[in-house]
């Protein structure tokens, strides 16, 4: 399993619509608003780095009110 941070900038006002429109996807583990240079951290989970993309690609980004996503594999040190 890949697992992953996806750190998303939102249209102004529009973290808690984004949060809410990506909780319950298929492999999305949790979703925070935060405040910084990013609105919204999701962590998900993939069977491999091609399913991560996929899930990033054709779920997440397409959330109304996306500006960006910077996805963060996580790795083991």
Not at 13 to 25: H, P, S
């Amino acid at each position: 399993m890949v697992r992953a941070y996806i750190l998303i900038q939102t249209d102004t006002g529009r973290a808690a619509d984004v949060a809410g429109g990506i909780r319950g996807l298929p492999g999305v583990i949790s979703t925070e608003a935060v405040t910084g240079p990013y609105d919204v951290v999701v962590f998900v989970e993939a069977t491999d780095v091609d399913a991560l993309g996929q899930l990033v690609v054709a779920s997440v980004q397409p959330v109304e009110g996306i500006v960006r996503t910077l996805t963060c594999p996580v790795i083991r040190l």
